[in-house]
């Protein structure tokens, strides 16, 4: 039986959908895997912070943040409220990074993600940031401490794009990735075929919270850009940055175009591609009409899809149906699982 | 460096195709896995066998094949007639097992892979009779053993439909199974879209070696009924045969029903399900209506797909487009360097 202390840093909807996935699986953990944990600690963005050597109760937290709480009542030893400060107070094993992303930098996910690993614990992450500014850093210093840097869950949610050319598809190259990796212009754009303008479908996604309040890192192409430069960096095993990526959004879509592509038996989608010719990447983002022989016209809402070419394989293509925060938490699950197996 | 004699049995399109994988990738494997390895036994149907200690040149055995010879030339050692005593003679520590199928008992496959495991041997196998009619033994006595047996090729060719769960997707509870898994029938029904009739369409497949002489195996269904079966067997943890599939095939769609679902917006495929309620499972393959909204709209022609629900990741899907012996081959490869890697 091991037994792995737990912090999470940052502890929004995802965080706690981990929480709650990790109660849910504990016992068939425990039987399946011979693997248990305790948490250890908690870092919230705005509602306190709390750490218990003996473990804090995953449940009395997720009660007091529903009943709007702080969780500092938690804490038997002092939080220290700087995060570098908090994980060498806190005594992990495995630290869940989920503080919001940066697409300029990746800070502070990365100095988070670099101090456990210091420090001695797995470092998971749902943050696409430090995967595509300090990947190869990350990986080194992971590799270094003999232990893992994990991210699932930052592109596709919870689907096992990098899993699955780290474990089960050995000595494959890919040589082109092509796919519908943004929920949130994917939901826009299908309302729009239903009738709704722009700003209805962009103010519907804002209201069930797949939307920023300012929505710009979706629509203007961001997030597909870090997305498929974190694709690219790992899959093909050259740093890529977002800058690189030759990017449009979505915000010149028109009704009208959206429904003569309808009335020609087309969608719209915006589509990700990096395709490797001569050992050069090329990347990008953009609208793309797609035709109803093509896999991406089946993805609706905020379904998403990947298609891989490698040497080996030809196309392969792996589709995540409505996701959301839980599938995210089980990336992050299969991360910690897939480390600890190994260990 | 670790260095691995592999045995061949059976070395058919797939055998070839896995033999010139090998070559091609043996210093990319080196580099990478500092794992080596030599062919120490190869035995064919009908173009005879050879054992050689010091190692088969493949590319030898390839011209050999290519130019209508035997292998027997190449053999430095007595090369036994009998599979089971060839195995105990060839001394290999691989076994690639590439015999017919039988979908009624899976044998003589699942003697060879027995022998292979008792002997210590890894054991791999595109083969799915041994999968549905062995599964639980094969898998225990590999444990036993300290020894591996994969079959990634059985289902979706070299798609990793099994690695993906057993690797990359722990604590995931699989609840239903949907798919296209039958390329031949696929085939048929996407021709008979075009025009032809389903004699010219089996023809067809016949003449580009997808279909066999006699295609009822695929047409009835019996092929996709053994893929249910496996993928009931290993990914929900329940033997499973292919005679408790309510099984119908393809052989009574019109070119009438054809152009009627195509007018309609619809396409006709031979769908796989396997459902469990209750702990119960019902499995079926029989021809369906599919929306364009459908994934399995856009499978045309010997291209696949299988979706797996989960109580995790909701609905995940894989799609292999345009599969044949070197995606086949490359399965069989995956297995092996996967067991190597955790030797």
């Not at 977002?242 to 589509?271: C, F, H, M, N, S």
């Amino acid at each position: 039986m091991k037994h792995y202390k737990l912090a999470f840093l940052g502890f929004g909807n995802v965080g706690q959908a981990l929480a709650r996935l990790l109660i849910r699986k504990q016992e068939e953990i425990k039987d399946k895997y011979a693997i248990t944990f305790s948490a250890a600690a908690i870092a919230t963005g705005s509602r306190g912070r709390a750490i218990d050597p003996d473990g804090i109760d995953l449940n009395a937290a997720l009660k007091l943040l529903d009943g709007g709480q702080p969780l500092d009542s938690l804490s038997t030893v002092p939080a220290p409220q700087d995060n570098l400060a908090f994980l060498k107070a806190c005594g992990a094993d495995v630290l869940f990074e989920n503080t919001p992303v940066s697409y300029t930098d990746g800070q502070p996910a990365l100095d988070h993600l670099m101090t456990a690993l210091q420090l001695g614990m797995h470092a998971f992450t749902a943050n696409k940031g430090p995967v595509v500014h300090g990947f190869r850093q990350l990986k080194a210093l992971a590799e270094e401490k003999g232990k893992k840097f994990f991210f699932e869950s930052t592109v596709m949610d919870g689907a096992p794009v990098f899993g699955l050319f780290r474990d089960t598809l050995p000595a494959a190259q890919v040589n082109a990735i092509h796919g519908v990796l943004n929920s949130t212009t994917n939901l826009i754009l299908t309302r729009m075929e239903d009738g709704e303008t722009f700003d209805q479908a962009v103010a519907y996604a804002q209201s069930i919270g797949i939307a920023e309040t300012d929505p710009g890192g979706d629509i203007d192409g961001w997030d597909a850009a870090v997305k498929i430069s974190a694709l690219i960096t790992v899959l093909m095993d050259t740093p890529f940055t977002p800058d690189r990526v030759d990017r449009r959004g979505i915000r010149e879509i028109t009704p009208e175009q959206i429904a003569a592509a309808q009335a020609d038996g087309k969608r719209w989608k915006l589509v990700c591609s990096a395709v490797k010719e001569d050992g050069k990447i090329l990347a990008s983002v953009a609208p793309k009409q797609v035709t109803s022989r093509s896999l991406m016209y089946t993805i609706d809402g905020t379904t998403s899809i990947v298609t891989i070419r490698s040497d080996v394989l030809g196309d392969l293509s792996l589709v995540e149906t409505d996701p959301g925060p839980h599938t995210t938490a089980y990336g992050l699950l299969a991360d910690f699982l897939n480390a600890a197996r190994a260990d």
